[in-house]
Structures are given as C-alpha cells and as structure tokens.
C-alpha cells in the first residue's frame, strides 16, 4: 500500500480530532474540508472572526459545514491547565494579563485546547513560523517525559521508480536544532524512531547517524560528538531487535548497499538506513531540500518531536496535501 494511503487508513481508525490555528489560510480550509469528507478527522476552526472565516471558504469555494468553527473564547479551556499556563509565564517575569492575551491569540489558544483534552493534535505552521510555533508549543504543551530536545523529522517521499530509495524513509533534524551536540542527536535518533514505529509498524528501524566519515575514514574533532551520539543511541536500543543503529556513517554508505558493504562491511544499517540523523541544522536542510527539489522525494514537514502532545509545524511553502498527510499523520498512535 501506498506510504500516503497507509497513513490516512491508520489515521481514519483513531477517529481523532484536529484544531487548525491558521483558520485565515485557504490551503488550511481546504485540507480541513479533505479531512472531515473523507473521514479521516473531526477539524476544529479556531478563529477571533468567524465571518471572515466564512468569507475566505466562499471564495475559495470551500464547505465548511462539516467544520467546527469556533470563536477563540477562554471559557472553552481548562481553567486550571489556563491557571498552571499564567503561573508559569508570570514566574518567568511575564504581567499576568499579558499571559492571557496570548491565549486570545489562535496559535497559542490551539494549543491550550489540546493541552485542555478537546482535541488530539494541533497542526500549524503554514503561516506562522517555526519559531512561533515552537514557542507556543514549549510554553503551553512541554516536552515529552524522559526527552531534553525537542526537534523534527521529514517524511521523505520517494518518486516512483527511484533507483535507490524504494520507500519512505525519515530525515532528522532538519528544522530545528542548529548544533545538537552528542546527547540531543541521541535524543533525536530516540524521538524519531517512536515516530517510525508509529508509521511503519512492524518494520525494523535502521538508523544511521550520519557524517562525512565512515567509521573512521577521516580523522577531525568535529566527528567526536556523531561517534559518541553514537554509543549513546546504541545503548539505549540495546536489546530491541527491531531497531539498528550505526555510525559514523556517509550518506552514501547509509543508503547505498554496495557501497554501505565496501565502506562498512558487517553494518546492520550501512546501505539499508530508514532513518538518517543529521550531524547539524545546515546539514539537513539543505539535505532534504536537495532530496527534494534534484531528487523529486515529497518532503512531509518538519514535523515537531519531542512535545508532551502531538503538535506539528508546517513549511510556508505547503501545499494543501502536506497539511492533509500532516494532519493524519499527527493522529497515528
């Protein structure tokens, strides 16, 4: 089955529910519209103008009459997830009114409606940015219990009849941490393979920590953080068959059987990598971004890890499929 299918029949069974903040955006309506008809999620429309809303829909041509839409109202939170939200951004200096004018504001009130228990996961991005919302999913949801760093992953896509990549397979971080050092790569080999296990049940996970050395093969300081990211990960997967990892491992190496045999003869991962860790933030942008626009892959994100909660940002430049996938993918269990 196709990865795009799989993941909306997956989706379809949790009979989940999706707040979408960016209620302002056609692509956004769309998508909420594709979700609710094809009955892969319940949406909810959070907005401080309904009418413009309305509007936006009309002239896109748009039903939303499957779509809740909501005004953005207080009395619609938990009252004491809205107390433990004020307390912690007064204690960090924050004016206790200024705290709950951001919960007026669609993104941060999204978020404390999932945090409230209404909803499943909040998906945005496709306007704000991914340092608004990170911020507001770090202030309202926090991380995920036992994780330090919260970072994202792509969904690679690859095109029919690629040479190389027959299936999907996972970039990360390629969004969010400029220079993780060796316990946030672990912890970012650690978050991503909750999130294949997720997609891809029943499949083993092949982790590649990548670098522009293999094992060894040249000799720079630079290399100390991937080795040990390495050991790390490593042992934290310790005993679970279903999931290898190796390094420092080239890009080549990790995906390419013939050349993963010649450069790493032995490696359970070398040439069979479904998940490739960046060393840092340049590395993997521009990776999945070569991937995508030389390469023809569909790239899904960045999709936000780490979180207490299922939240996910979006790149400004998607299309009304990506939030769709996006949006199913946040409901996968």
């Keep these: 089955m196709d990865i795009r299918q799989q993941v909306l029949e997956l989706a379809k069974k949790t009979k989940g529910k999706i707040i979408l903040p960016e209620s302002f955006d056609a692509r956004v309506l769309k998508a909420a519209e594709m979700l609710t008809k094809n009955g892969i999620a319940s949406v909810v429309l959070p907005s401080g103008n309904i009418g413009e809303v309305k509007k936006i829909a009309a002239d896109a041509s748009i039903d939303l009459s499957e779509i809740e839409v909501i005004d953005i109202d207080q009395s619609l939170l938990d009252n004491n997830k809205v107390q433990e939200f004020v307390v912690a951004r007064t204690t960090k200096g924050m004016e206790e009114r200024d705290a709950l004018a951001l919960l007026k504001k669609p993104l941060y009130f999204s978020m404390m409606y999932l945090k409230s228990g209404k909803c499943d996961a909040c998906v945005g991005g496709a306007v704000y940015d991914t340092a608004d919302v990170l911020r507001a999913s770090i202030h309202v949801i926090g991380t995920a219990e036992g ?156 999709i936000i890890q780490g979180l207490s909660l299922p939240v996910s940002d979006l790149s400004r430049g998607s299309g009304v499929e990506d939030i769709y996938l996006i949006s199913a993918i946040m409901l996968l269990k």
């Design 147 to 302: 994780i330090k760093i919260i970072s994202s992953y792509f969904l690679m896509i690859p095109p029919a009849n690629h040479p190389i990549v027959k299936e999907p397979v996972m970039f990360t971080d390629c969004g969010v941490n400029p220079d993780p050092q060796a316990l946030g790569l672990k912890d970012i080999a650690v978050s991503t393979v909750s999130n294949f296990k997720r997609l891809f049940p029943g499949k083993t996970a092949n982790v590649a920590m990548l670098s522009f050395s293999t094992k060894g093969s040249a000799g720079n300081k630079g290399l100390e953080k991937v080795i040990e990211a390495t050991k790390l990960a490593k042992e934290h997967f310790k005993g679970q068959n279903d999931v290898n990892v190796d390094g420092e491992l080239q890009f080549d190496a990790s995906v390419v059987p013939t050349v993963g045999e010649r450069k790493a003869p032995g490696s359970a991962v070398a040439g069979k990598a479904n998940i490739l860790v960046f060393p840092d933030l340049n590395a993997g942008n521009i990776g999945y971004k070569i991937a995508e626009r030389f390469g023809g892959f569909q790239a899904l994100g960045p």
